[in-house]
């Protein structure tokens, strides 16, 4: 009799998960936004948790706590983007004063004419034969305008969802341990010491993700700035290194994307710094392949500062922060960014971490069930 119970008491919990999940499918493009907006909020809310502690320590006040903090990393933030723009803003106007319009002109038909006298006959032929170049190249100008009011909505969206994850931020770091207090009231006695070991394992596991994830990008932003010192070496003329590098690093906290934002910045200045300099201008990597003004070369530092970073490093410190094997993170990565892109692959780890705790708290009860 208690068997057929046990039955039917899994089939009763099989049906409604299954109705769970059918519910969730439905109202999760209308809350997924939310969600994700709470997520980061969180993430951000564990970073700053210890500082405004700290300080509410000495100053008890929580409110000025939460204040300063925000405001310092703000500050922090907008000085570092305003002295990097005042930068690259000083060097375009240096390069605009030293290079007038025919001079720009000629360079960049010298460089079209060094990159098809190096490509393969069949493509010198293709090329050659092309002789709407002029439409082609206009047509493309258009989708680029095109495309710029579609930019324009997404950096709008991005702003909105900055601002409501600030707003969420300073809410959590100024009630957190309020929230906190009543979810734990909230656990029945029988798992209070269950519930209260969960709660602190799934906050330890995220804090040490995120210190893991931070050590790694300040390991990019290290090596960033040791290749860019590399080629300044073998005569880049690469400036705003030290910014470069910091870009980066930073950028590599963001998947698939990051790993491209600090390359940009780099082969523009490399650009603006070499172009007129015949000497950059016939410059071969490994002294075969034609790359005018280092171009090539930056790319390829940065490609090997990359594999570094997602084969050895990435899995080696996140993985040991969160107590998963690299493999084990390497195979949430893929399957994070297979079901959410980019997005999933920066919450995968993390996910994958707390999903390891429950299921350890989960047969720790199960096992001692007959003690509670």
Do not use: C
Not at 139 to 157: D, F, K
Not at 292 to 308: G, R
Not at 356 to 364: C, D
């Amino acid at each position: 009799m208690a068997q057929e119970q046990n039955y039917f008491q899994l089939i009763y919990r099989i049906i409604i998960g299954l109705i769970a999940i059918w519910f969730l499918s439905i109202i999760w493009p209308y809350i997924s936004q939310v969600v994700l907006m709470l997520v980061f909020a969180f993430l951000f809310t564990t970073v700053l948790l210890s500082s405004v502690d700290a300080l509410e320590r000495k100053i008890h006040n929580r409110g000025l706590s939460v204040l300063a903090v925000v405001v310092v990393i703000l500050g922090s933030i907008g000085t570092f983007i305003g002295s990097f723009i005042s930068q690259m803003s000083q060097q375009a106007v240096e390069f605009s004063s030293r290079i007038d319009k025919d001079t720009l002109t000629q360079e960049f038909k010298a460089l079209g004419e060094k990159f098809t006298s190096a490509m393969p006959d069949f493509l010198q032929n293709m090329q050659s034969s092309n002789t709407d170049l002029a439409g082609k190249l206009s047509e493309g100008i258009n989708i680029v305008v095109g495309s710029l009011a579609s930019m324009a909505g997404a950096i709008g969206n991005f702003m909105f969802i900055a601002v409501m994850v600030l707003i969420f931020t300073i809410i959590l770091l100024a009630e957190y341990h309020g929230f906190r207090k009543s979810l734990v009231n909230s656990i029945p006695n029988k798992y209070f010491e269950v519930g209260l070991d969960l709660i602190y394992n799934i906050e330890k596991s995220v804090s040490s993700y995120l210190r893991g994830q931070f050590l790694s990008a300040a390991s990019v932003a290290a090596m960033s700035l040791a290749g860019l010192l590399l080629l300044n070496f073998f005569g880049a003329n690469l400036t705003l290194t030290i910014f470069i590098g910091i870009i980066a690093g930073l950028a590599n906290l963001i998947p698939l994307i990051g790993p491209f934002v600090g390359m940009i910045p780099a082969i523009l200045i490399a650009f603006m710094n070499n172009i007129g300099n015949d000497v950059a201008m016939a410059h071969q990597l490994f002294g075969v392949i034609p790359s005018p003004f280092f171009l090539f070369d930056i790319i390829l530092m940065f490609l090997i500062v990359q594999q570094i970073e997602g084969n050895l490093i990435t899995p080696a410190l996140v993985g040991k922060s969160v107590g998963l094997h690299p493999m084990i993170v390497m195979i949430a990565l893929l399957i994070g960014g297979t079901i959410l892109g980019p997005l999933g692959m920066l919450f995968a780890v993390p996910a994958t971490g707390v999903l390891k705790v429950i299921l350890k708290e989960i047969a720790f009860v199960r096992q001692n069930a007959h003690l509670l």
